[in-house]
């Protein structure tokens, strides 16, 4: 793998291929990012430090002939949590980026003047601009189109400019590397956008492999996923509502009565102009809608996560506004979970009379009003009055005010929750507990066995720890190949054999079952060291009390809490599955075992 390191303050560039023997143990995307953040990287250095790295990283199978290869992915210091962040996005950039002849980008420094990153087949250089500046990203994205015609930009929105914690990178006007704000450790380099165009060939080991597996793909996604093709995530909503595991009114309770009215049924049958599709993929699973009633909007979307935390979440079950502050999310570059969540925290304060409208700017905040809600979106988006503290996130909105209000900041390591109550879906107490990057569904998706398919008893913690390690294990290797999580499970049922196949057919490497497996287990253990080093461990790895002490109060998941002693046992359990201490430190058994040297 070829890796551009670019230094900003000087202006200097360097090329360098990673040992094959790095190549081996880490795949590339996640988990080689992981390692060179972990090596580079300085113990404690401030997420908007300068010399924070910034790693743009694909994987071989990013770009090649086989299915759902569109994905690239981002490792930083969050800005959020503190803790390490990686963050992946689909569409077309990784590939075209892959077409330049390098597979990765590794960033330090910071320009004197607001710069763009250009990189061709004839190398890379920084231009100025100080004209981009302040554009959002449908502008920007727009503008550099006209420049470098055949191009593919991922940029940052005035967010990222102005250090929201949870900055999005975008790329293809709505593609996201979303979560703990990467696009705010862009912004804090001057960087305003990477644009990349190459011709050259992708490497693939075994080309005419690839294109038969996506064939194959293809004519599985077509035979057994009609419904996720037709609805894409916007169906989890039907699932999660009818269940009560919905976040409502800040995760004060699971159940949300109007879900229908955000639900899959309601976006395509009303909203939806067209299917969308990130490079080779067969699945077609994103929607384009629109509003043009309430509000007047065009925008990719909303996922599932969005209708959710915009909507059950704030008390809301106006779609239009929920499409709208999508499409603003998108357009100034920010993470709709964590915006979301967090006007959803300041309006549960409003509502506990902490805040009053002499702290929100004149606004009364009560759930279920849209308009104030779009108002906050647009506030947050530009960084003003109300919206700046709201794009600090919920950790330190509530840490503001002190006392009592901190209970109500819902985030695990800082960042916010996504679409499902862990009290109703208690797999996911775990995994959101555990993940390296604060709450995420993307790390292990425990809500499939627990509540798609219900093989697994979603009322308890107890018995779920290995599923929670060998769900952590498939996923960073996906990330680190990079293969799309939806492609996985339905093209290839999240099979191992599966992920050997397209991965050997990729780099050649001839990797057995358990020695991909070790990949994943090595990747993140490496990121459960940064944290460790950072200053993380068990005492983060764990929920607000609120999932521990407020059962769910209405619903089909009536009664739901989780058993904060059959928790604490359970994480012990993973831990000694992990070979780690009771701290979650890496023995040296283990250390030695995944060869891992720094």
């Not at 990467?182 to 080309?207: C, E, R, W």
């Not at 093709?229 to 004060?252: D, E, F, W």
């Not at 104030?372 to 503001?400: A, D, P």
């Amino acid at each position: 793998m070829r890796i551009l390191r670019v230094n900003l303050r000087s202006e200097r560039f360097e090329d360098y291929d990673v040992a094959e023997d790095d190549c081996r143990k880490y795949l590339g995307g996640r988990g080689l990012a992981a390692k060179i953040l972990y090596v580079e990287n300085k113990t404690k250095i401030g997420p908007l430090d300068p010399e924070n790295r910034l790693i743009f990283m694909t994987g071989p199978y990013t770009g090649t002939l086989g299915s759902f290869t569109g994905f690239y992915n981002v490792t930083t210091k969050g800005p959020l949590t503190g803790a390490i962040l990686s963050a992946h996005s689909g569409g077309h950039w990784g590939p075209m980026f892959r077409k330049t002849g390098y597979d990765g980008i590794i960033i330090n420094g910071r320009t004197a003047k607001p710069s763009y990153l250009l990189i061709t087949d004839d190398g890379p250089e920084l231009r100025d601009a100080s004209d981009l500046w302040g554009k959002d990203v449908f502008e920007t994205i727009d503008l550099l189109k006209q420049r470098h015609e055949k191009a593919r930009s991922a940029v940052i929105g005035p967010s990222g400019e102005n250090l929201t914690k949870y900055a999005a990178i975008m790329n293809d006007h709505h593609r996201a590397a979303g979560r703990g704000g990467v696009g705010a450790v862009m912004g804090s380099k001057n960087l305003k956008a990477v644009v990349v165009h190459g011709t050259k060939d992708v490497p693939q080991a075994d080309p005419e492999k690839l294109r038969e597996t996506f064939k194959t793909a293809t004519q599985t996604v077509k035979e057994k996923s009609a419904a996720f093709m037709k609805y894409g995530t916007s169906m989890v909503v039907g699932i999660t509502g009818k269940a009560g595991t919905i976040p409502t009114r800040n995760l004060q309770t699971g159940y949300f009565p109007d879900y229908e009215k955000i639900g899959g049924d309601a976006l395509v049958n009303n909203h939806k102009t067209r299917d969308v599709a990130c490079a080779r993929c067969p699945l077609h699973c994103g929607n384009e809608t629109k509003a043009d009633k309430d509000y007047t909007a065009k925008t990719e979307g909303p996922e599932y996560e969005t209708l959710a935390m915009f909507g059950s979440n704030l008390g809301n079950s106006n779609l239009e506004s929920i499409i709208m502050a999508n499409d603003l999310c998108n357009k100034y570059g920010m993470d709709t979970i964590s915006c979301a969540d967090t006007i959803a925290c300041a309006f549960e304060l409003f509502e506990k009379g902490i805040i009053a409208e002499e702290d929100t700017g004149g606004l009364k905040l009560e759930w279920g009003d849209h308009e104030t809600i779009i108002k906050l979106v647009e506030m947050t988006g530009r960084g003003e009055g109300f919206g700046k503290l709201i794009g600090e996130g919920s950790r330190r909105l509530t840490k503001k005010y002190g006392g009592e209000a901190t209970k109500y900041a819902m985030n695990v390591k800082g960042m916010e929750f996504p679409g499902y109550d862990p009290r109703g879906i208690q797999g996911m107490a775990l995994a959101f507990a555990t993940s390296t990057r604060g709450a995420c569904h993307l790390r292990a998706t425990m809500y499939v066995p627990e509540l798609f398919q219900g093989v697994l008893d979603r009322f308890t913690v107890k018995g779920k720890a290995q599923t929670l390690k060998d769900l952590q294990e498939l996923f960073t290797v996906l990330d680190s190949m990079i293969l799309c999580k939806f492609g996985a499970r339905n093209a290839f049922a999240n099979s191992w054999d599966s992920m050997v196949m397209l991965t050997n057919a990729a780099t050649g490497y001839g990797y057995t079952v358990d020695e991909l497996k070790q990949v994943g287990e090595r990747a993140w253990t490496v990121e459960r060291m940064f944290n460790l080093r950072e200053g993380l461990g068990r005492k983060d790895d764990t929920l607000p009390d609120r999932f521990f002490t407020l059962p769910i109060h209405d619903g089909p998941s009536k009664g739901a809490v989780v058993n904060r002693q059959d928790f604490d046992t359970e994480i012990s359990e993973y831990y000694r599955l992990w070979g780690w201490n009771d701290n979650g430190a890496p023995s040296q058994e283990t250390l030695d075992r995944l060869d891992i040297r720094m």
